[in-house]
């Protein structure tokens, strides 16, 4: 265990489904991010959130919609999703700021789009 | 665009051998060094980060970094099949964000 929590662990979800997904953490971290990770690619960084600001958004297509309400807690909204979008999703956190501490990842959610 | 090479092997070693794992990265600016073991199916683990060139070594696992050549590496001795996984190594800048390597497959071979 990291002190990161991802719920749920696996979603099945067709493309015109709604759903959320759901990280927090316990290490009183500061910035906490998401990451795509599909099939002999590397990590894709998704956006980050530092002191509740969304500070990074790398170019991620609308239909993922991120919410931070505290820096504990990180959502990842998805509506209208494409097969491809089909990956492992992954929480991260860190200490924040403007170095790069070392980064804890919860278990991720496994993503499958029909 | 800053990047992080690594072969992406598989890297098969004997039991009991020493594993070497190699990186290299782009950005001069690079500050800060990590290691991550990913086992199939699961999420990436943290298991070593460097900052200064030099070594740095926790139990079997020694991280190496020369900033000079931009080359970190990674050393695991007596190498256990329970080290066969993916390293993926990533490197941070002067902002919070980490560029990640493609990882490499380690295969410990009883």
């Known amino acids: 265990e990291t002190g990161v929590t991802q719920t749920p662990r696996h979603l099945v979800m067709g493309m015109t489904n709604k759903k959320s997904l759901k990280c927090e953490q316990h290490?009183?971290?500061?910035?906490m991010y998401w990451y795509k990770q599909s099939a002999k690619k590397p990590l894709e960084l998704m956006f980050v959130y530092n002191f509740k600001e969304q500070t990074e958004n790398n170019s991620v297509p609308s239909r993922f919609s991120p919410e931070c309400p505290n820096s504990s807690h990180l959502f990842l909204h998805l509506h209208t999703l494409q097969p491809e979008d089909s990956a492992l999703y992954l929480c991260?956190?860190?200490?924040?700021?403007?170095?790069?501490?070392?980064?804890?990842f919860g278990p991720g959610t496994r993503l499958t789009v029909t | 665009q800053k990047e992080v090479e690594q072969n992406s092997g598989p890297l098969s070693v004997p039991e009991g051998a020493i594993a070497s794992l190699n990186c290299t990265y782009s950005d001069r600016g690079s500050q800060s060094f990590f290691w991550y073991r990913q086992y199939s199916g699961k999420s990436p683990e943290l298991i070593m980060f460097i900052y200064s060139n030099g070594d740095k070594e926790d139990g079997r696992f020694t991280a190496q970094l020369n900033k000079a050549s931009q080359y970190v590496s990674l050393l695991i001795r007596d190498s256990q099949p329970s080290d066969s996984a993916t390293y993926l190594c990533a490197v941070g800048g002067s902002n919070y964000k980490l560029t990640f390597g493609k990882g490499t497959l380690l295969t410990v071979n009883p």
């Open positions: 991260a956190s860190s200490q924040g700021g403007l170095t790069s501490y070392e980064q804890y």
């Open positions: 290490l009183g971290h500061n910035a």
